[in-house]
DNA sequence: CCTGAAAGCTACGCCTGTTAGCCAAAAGTG
DNA sequence: CACTTTTGGCTAACAGGCGTAGCTTTCAGG
């Protein structure tokens, strides 16, 4: 009996295919056996390579983030603004839209006490500052600025979350309501920085 | 052996319990092993009430949505324009805040093709009914109207989304941030129905 | 070449949901 | 009141999930 030749990387990288492959309910579907059968091995096998189902998850879930932080941070480069602010929400759409498995995996925070999330805590938080550097240009003090990254966030992930769930049931000018609404966060945010000059 | 005296109207009874119970994860975690248990049933006696697991999830989202649906049409009864829009999206909040796991029911979108779940599609219409009432006084047409609906329920369910997956680290502020929210949405519907005078 | 670690395997236990079939309790009927 | 039918429980069993224990085989290093 020859060896599968497997790795810790290798079955991570299966359990993304399986995400994938599942669509918006690839995360909640994943299972051991459905990777143990793509990768040609007993549902035990996996555990020579991987601590349990829940540790193949958060090691999931940290790859999509980091990928969502990656993607983000490419869209806002040389960006400033109202620019910035509308390339990253259209960068974070497109990775829901063409990753909706993975995506919904970047929806689960990290615990902030175990210690083994430590790594999914840091690349959270940088998402989380991609955002606020994008925002930079609108000179919002700290706490004005804390609340535009919670709307940006609030109404992309809204709207990426009703998107894929079905929940707009037309199915035309979704692409134009999101722009509206991208239009709607623009104004909101440049009015939070004029309030603020006294 | 006595009987238990159950109904289907109970086994939901006990259903919406356990989701209850079981926090922002209690739609997800609802089994009917628990509900059994509550019951003081055998498993398997609860199929004699209901046809199946997901059938019993479907009656826990519609009772779910329909408890949605109503506090906001109570909540925008004698309001309109900016008033009716901030009151809806509290009670919105409120509602999620109160019951997260029946707000995660609120959130399945039912299939627009199976006929057993035409109650439940009546009742999403009518949430996003209500919606488009409170928006009557900004006499949008039918088009910006659409937007301006999935803005406001884009905003509010992934702010609510947000805060109840603990993805506002900082636990300070987060009523404020959701004024502040409000306010960019309340300015941009404004701005929309402005924009619409030639 | 030999030894030991690593990577497979099977077997098992416990948890789900679900079906089948039995039996007693309740309800309806002459 | 007695009898029959329906109904609401039960146990037994199966499929499929995660996870553990222990065995065997392969592979790498001395």
Redesign the pocket.
């Known amino acids: 009996?020859?060896?599968?030749?497997?790795?810790r990387e290798?079955v991570v990288r299966l359990a993304l295919e399986v995400v994938d492959d599942g669509g918006a309910a690839g995360f909640a579907g994943?299972?051991?056996?459905?990777?143990?059968g793509r990768?040609?091995?007993?549902?035990?096998?996996?555990?020579?390579?991987?601590?349990?189902?829940?540790?193949?998850r958060r090691e999931v879930s940290l790859q999509a983030t980091t990928e969502l932080t990656a993607a983000g941070s490419r869209a806002t480069v040389g960006r400033s603004g109202p620019d910035a602010v509308r390339a990253l929400a259209h960068a974070w759409r497109g990775y829901a839209l063409q990753h909706p498995g993975r995506y919904a995996a970047t929806q689960v925070a990290p615990d902030p006490d175990d210690p083994a999330e430590a790594a999914h805590r840091q690349v959270a938080a940088q998402g989380v500052e991609v955002a606020a550097a994008a925002l930079r240009a609108f000179d919002l003090p700290d706490d004005r600025l804390v609340d535009a990254v919670r709307a940006a966030r609030s109404a992309v992930h809204g709207f990426v979350a009703l998107e894929l769930g079905g929940g707009f049931r037309l199915p035309q000018g979704v692409d134009a309501s999101f722009d509206v609404l991208l239009d709607m966060l623009v104004a909101g945010i440049t009015a939070l920085s004029v309030h603020e000059t006294p």
Chains 1, 2 share one sequence.
């Open positions: 009996m020859p060896r599968a030749g497997l790795s290798a994943l299972t051991l056996a459905q990777v143990a990768a040609g091995v007993a549902t035990p096998s996996l555990y020579k390579h991987v601590g349990s189902l829940a540790e193949l």
